[in-house]
């Protein structure tokens, strides 16, 4: 079973609307971390946002913030004021067994964002 | 702060050649990763260090594949021979130890195998 899912291949946004890409996970584990990395073409995978499964609050980082729903193992990125510099792969990773050292990410297929003046 | 640095940036060989890619993380992160990711897909690990010992290299096929940690900083990654299907991008990340370890990723090395 997919331990990390992107439902969506594709998304179309017009600058300054706000966009949802989607990540549904899948873990047994209590204790995990999520991350989304955007990819743009130059292919350096940088980091925007990371929620622990204890969190309580949601995510925010400047533009982005992360819908987390632990009952529905979601973890959405949300991207208010979409730029043009926004269009990029987006990946959802998590890391299991976030209170021990040395877990790798798992990561999903990816979001390709598209942002149109 | 620097980030993680890799070389080469591209790289195009025959089938059956082998090939070698570095990579130094960033000062002071303790993990080192190594991904492979083919066009279209996510990355997924290849092997990952802490120091110079190896945590996980249980998706590394082993019989081309290897790679190296010497001292706990620089790592080496080679391919002996390689094959149509190692045609990917080669990322190297380094995190801390402990806590979010969050991952700080390279440029990439693109291959080509023909």
């Known amino acids: 079973a997919q331990k990390i899912t992107q439902t969506q291949p594709g998304m179309f946004v017009q600058e300054k609307e706000a966009v949802t890409l989607d990540c549904t996970y899948d873990t047994s584990d209590q204790s995990y971390g999520l991350f989304w990395y955007k990819q743009p073409s130059s292919g350096e995978m940088i980091f925007l946002i990371y929620?622990?499964?204890?969190?309580?609050q949601n995510a925010t980082e400047g533009r982005y913030s992360l819908n987390f729903q632990k009952a529905r193992k979601s973890a959405n990125l949300v991207i208010s004021a979409s730029q043009l510099g926004d269009s990029a792969m987006y990946f959802c990773a998590m890391r299991e067994k976030q209170d021990q050292a040395g877990t790798a990410l798992i990561f999903g297929k990816g979001t390709t964002l598209s942002v149109s003046s | 702060e620097a980030g993680v640095a890799q070389s080469p940036r591209y790289k195009i060989i025959e089938k059956r050649q082998s090939v070698a890619f570095w990579c130094n993380p960033i000062s002071g992160h303790a993990t080192l990763y190594w991904y492979q990711q083919i066009l279209g897909q996510g990355p997924k690990l290849l092997i990952q260090?802490?120091?110079?010992?190896?945590?996980?290299d249980s998706q590394l096929p082993k019989d081309r594949f290897s790679a190296e940690r010497l001292k706990g900083v620089d790592s080496t990654l080679k391919i002996q021979p390689a094959k149509l299907e190692d045609s990917a991008v080669y990322l190297c990340?380094?995190?801390?130890?402990?806590?979010?370890?969050?991952?700080?990723f390279g440029p990439g090395t693109r291959l080509l195998v023909l």
């Open positions: 260090f802490q120091n110079n010992g190896v945590v996980d």
């Open positions: 990340a380094s995190s801390l130890v402990g806590g979010r370890e969050t991952q700080y």
């Open positions: 929620q622990g499964s204890y969190d309580e």
